[in-house]
């Protein structure tokens, strides 16, 4: 089946650093590629997403990059701030099936 | 506004005594799904709908059931809590269709069962 896996799994950075988090999936039939942002005790909500027929796009401080041929996108933050500290996931989408595997998340933590 | 209601936001409930989380989208979304998130183990997916009366597994559909009697309802159903099923709980909708759109998701249901 699908497997789908995120790196690192936590991640600290000084306010303003920037920061790269890595999903990697399996299913070469992906199609759709969102980031998740979910804040302590909150639901998680989409910041970025990306399709099939683009390698990247921005989003003024965030940004999300598609390798298709090696089966990774990468979500990239730069000059982080504190209100960025949340968990990522990730969650590719496929024409090939409709059940959903999310990646196992990554805790961003930015120090002031 | 669009948005995805959840209820209750927290339940405490004893083993084996069946109970509803209900789950409803005003987007005309056709794609509804449940979600368990666990500490370590990220967001997993219980069950799926495409459609009204079309259901699938996700990937820990084990001690749940779920229906899609109409496209805006997606009830999650616990007929004999166990321990184990303590979690939180989130639903989801989006729009169908294969070119893939984002999820929309509830504020969650924390469920502890003793």
């Known amino acids: 089946g699908e497997n789908v896996e995120q790196h690192p799994s936590t991640l600290s950075v000084q306010e303003g650093d920037s920061a790269v988090i890595k999903c990697t999936y399996s299913?070469?039939?992906?199609?759709?590629f969102p980031w998740y942002k979910q804040e302590l005790g909150k639901r998680p909500q989409l910041i970025i997403d990306i399709r099939s027929n683009v390698g990247e796009k921005k989003d003024q401080r965030i940004a999300v990059t598609l390798n298709k041929t090696a089966k990774h996108f990468s979500l990239h933050i730069t000059e982080t701030q504190p209100e960025d500290s949340a968990v990522y996931f990730c969650?590719?989408?496929?024409?090939?099936?409709?059940?959903?595997?999310f990646g196992t998340g990554t805790r961003l933590q930015v120090f002031p | 506004e669009a948005q995805v209601t959840q209820n209750p936001r927290y339940l405490i409930t004893v083993t084996g005594k069946k109970l509803t989380v209900t789950c409803s989208q005003n987007?005309?979304?056709?794609?509804m799904s449940w979600y368990r998130q666990d500490p370590g183990l990220g967001l997993r997916q219980i069950y799926y709908?495409?459609?009204?009366?079309?259901?699938d597994k996700g990937d820990v559909p084990e001690g749940y059931k779920v229906s899609r009697k109409e496209k805006r309802n997606f009830p999650l159903i616990l007929e004999s809590p166990s321990p184990n099923q303590t979690s939180l709980y989130f639903c989801?909708?989006?729009?169908?269709?294969?070119?893939?759109?984002?999820?929309?998701f509830g504020n969650g249901t924390r469920l502890t069962v003793t």
């Open positions: 709908s495409m459609n009204v009366e079309v259901t």
């Open positions: 299913d070469s039939a992906s199609n759709y």
């Open positions: 989801a909708s989006r729009a169908g269709g294969g070119r893939g759109s984002p999820l929309h």
């Open positions: 969650a590719p989408i496929s024409y090939n099936t409709d059940k959903l595997i």
């Open positions: 987007m005309n979304h056709e794609y």
